[in-house]
């Protein structure tokens, strides 16, 4: 695969809490969490945040592609204490996408993604779902909406789903009804490409992914359509129990 450089991201990070402790902030859709070997992908999340704040240190990632909230540590010793709370599983986050097709009403029902997932050595960096060798990944998710995208006849137009998602129609879909749902996901263990992956393997892949995909899903959005919606933690200087939420923008 050739080396990935990110284009430029003109979409700015929103501070949603700052304290001298720690920050919460929105982290928009196509800016790498941390800078890349490559001086072409020097802008990131940290790059950018290093700028006013010297000591910032992530907490944790999020994808290239995914939006929304991140936790970030302003000095060494927050740090700590905060990566103990995700090792401890008291930090809990929730997340909206919107995938390609219907589910089931046996997946509906079940609520619950149980597939491992291990490192795919000959396919850098895709992950794949193993029993063999893979570590154990779960991911809880609830059913909000079920719709379709009306395709129009018109080769390029682009129509709206949700907002803000740009739906892209080629002359092979028009007068195409193509099925959508949007789902809440709580991820109860946090595998490298968990939601993603666990999507494809299920049949759904998310809108926009470039990695789990069909030969419809990744055309159908201009972005990713996965948010980081929502976390809660313990403020490991006060004590005080956080919970946050971060408007989809999908």
């Known amino acids: 695969m050739t080396e990935f450089i990110a284009p430029p991201c003109a979409e700015q990070i929103s501070i949603l809490y700052q304290d001298e402790h720690l920050l919460l902030i929105n982290k928009p859709s196509g800016l790498l969490s941390l800078s890349g070997k490559n001086p072409l992908n020097k802008d990131s999340v940290h790059y950018r945040l290093v700028q006013n704040f010297p000591t910032a240190t992530l907490v944790h990632r999020l994808d290239f592609g995914t939006s929304g909230i991140m936790l970030v540590a302003l000095n060494k010793t927050i740090n700590g ?3 103990k709370q995700f090792q401890d599983k008291t930090i809990n986050k929730c997340y909206h996408a919107v995938l390609h097709g219907h589910l089931s009403d046996e997946l509906k029902s079940a609520g619950v993604i149980n597939a491992a997932i291990a490192k795919d050595v000959d396919n850098f960096p895709y992950m794949k779902i193993c029993s063999n060798t893979g570590k154990q990944a779960l991911t809880e998710f609830e059913v909000i909406e079920e ?6 006849a018109n080769v390029g137009a682009s129509i709206n789903v949700y907002a803000n998602i740009n739906v892209n129609v080629n002359a092979e879909k028009s007068e195409q009804k193509v099925p959508v749902t949007r789902v809440k996901f ?3 263990t946090g595998r490298t490409h968990q939601l993603r992956i666990h999507c494809q393997h299920i049949g759904h892949p998310i809108l926009g992914c470039d990695l789990y995909r069909n030969a419809i899903s ?3 959005a201009s972005r990713l359509l996965l948010h980081a919606s929502y976390l809660s933690f313990t403020h490991p200087v006060t004590g005080v129990r956080f919970e946050i939420d971060c408007d989809i923008p999908f």
């Open 81 to 83: 204490l905060l990566t």
């Open 186 to 188: 709580t991820p109860i």
């Open 218 to 220: 990744e055309t159908l």
């Open 147 to 152: 719709s379709f995208v009306n395709a129009n």
